[in-house]
Structure formats: C-alpha cells, structure tokens
C-alpha cells in the first residue's frame, strides 16, 4: 500500500513534474511473470526513478547498510527502504550473500520483478565497473528473462556525496529480454556464471554508451579511501585499467545514447550484485 501510495501519489507526480523522465523501451517490461531487471548504477536515486517509470512493482536488493543503521536517522531510512519495496543484500560474500539471493529467489518465484544492480556498487566516475556474478547465479537457477536497463544522466542530479538533487531531466532506456535458457542445467558451473554476467555487462553497456572497466567498482572505490586516507594526490579511478577499457564505436553502437525520436523532431538527453566469483574476465569486445 506505502509503495503504490508514494508511487502514484505522493514521489512520482513530483519526480515526473520536476524531472520530466524520458523512457525507452517501456514495452520490453513483461506485463505478467517473473523477470529480473539489470541496471548500470550511477547514483543513489536511480532506485527511485526507476520503479516510477516501470508498471509493474520492482523489488530491488539493497545494500544491508542501509537496514542496520542506528539512531533515528538509520530506523527511518530502515523503515523506508522496507516499505519501498527493497530487501537486504548482504556483500560479504559467502553463506551470508547466499541468503540475501535466496530472499530474491522467493521473488521471482512468486511472480514478481527483481531489481539488481550488477556492478554492486555506484560507479565512482561515471563509467561502468565488472559485474559480480549473484545476477547470473540467480537467473540460471530460476530461468526468468533479464530486462537490461541503462539510466542516463542521474549521476549528473545527484552526485555521489549531494544530498540535494539538481533538477534536469534523467533518462531510461530498457532493452530486450535476454534468455538464457540455453544454459539450463549449467547453474553451477563458475565459467558460465561469469559468461552470463559479462553478456548482461556487455548489453549495459552498449545501451548506456558508458566505457567500461575491467575491474570491480567496489576495489576502485576501497583504493580511493586508502589514498585519501594516506593523503596522496588520487588519480582518475581506473586509470590503472585504462587498458582494459571498452568502447563502441559510433557505427556498432547506432544512435547516440539517450536519443529519443518523437514525431516530427529527435530530443537528445542531457547527457548520455551479487557475489564476486573472484574471475577476472571482462565482457567480451563484440
């Protein structure tokens, strides 16, 4: 009830009359059945527009700091993130992640979408990060499709650090359902977990234009920490994997990113979770 109420009352009137989000792709949303619903990750309030703009109720998986703070402040924002619909995940590692999949298993088993950010983390730059493998391990155990998303611009409302957004317009583009069903049987296996993950990282990226980094977000932004905490100068997050980067080029990547064709005229945007299986693959460069 809080979730419909702050969706079609309260958050999203105001978000879409202050922000004006564009969507690609809406139709790719399944109206019945489970699917598991993958995103690039670039701020805090892509979790919000997101589950405005999509029909259908999206659970997501949550980082579990969210849910365990203390004081007022930690119980509200525990409370709030309960009645919008996200769950706890755990990224730790191990039997601990291993039961925050299971609460999204129970999901998807039920019928529902399930929002995941595979990178498991915000990107630090801007850029997209590897994949952790928890997406793959969940789709191959219950064969749903996956609806890749890219959100464009909401790291330019709100910055990692803003808590006050800046108001401009944000963009969504869904993307075909990907099936991996030729994989059946094979959920096991470490070799096809990160396969599929790096073909869900792949399709992000040629939808959000983003370059991508062979290297977990979550390292960049730990290497940041320790180099500010140790006072050097910090250089650009994932320089040192520069090499290692993806682009497509304009003619394989067709239109701009974020490029919306209404009748009559092209409106361009402003601007363009798992668990680690410690592989080191990237996606594959087409």
Known sequence: MFYWVMKRIIVGPILNLLFRPWVKGLDNIPSSGPAVIVSNHLSFSDSIFLPIVVPRPVVFLAKSEYFTGKGLKGRLTALFFRLSNQLPMDRSG???????????????????????YPE???????????????VAKLVLATGVPVIPVAMIGTDKVQPIGRRIPNIRRVGIIIGEPLDFSRYEGLEDDRFVQRSVTDEIMYELMRLSGQEYVDAYASTVKERLAAEKAAGRKTPKPGADTRRAAVRMSNEAAGPAPGTVTEIGRTAPAEGPVGTDDGQNAGPPAG
């Open 120 to 134: 498991g983390t915000r990107s630090p730059d801007g850029r997209l990060y590897r994949g952790k493998t928890g």
């Open 94 to 116: 191990g039997a601990a992640s291993s039961s925050s999949l299971s609460a999204g298993m129970d999901i998807l088993n039920e019928g529902g979408i399930l929002g995941i």
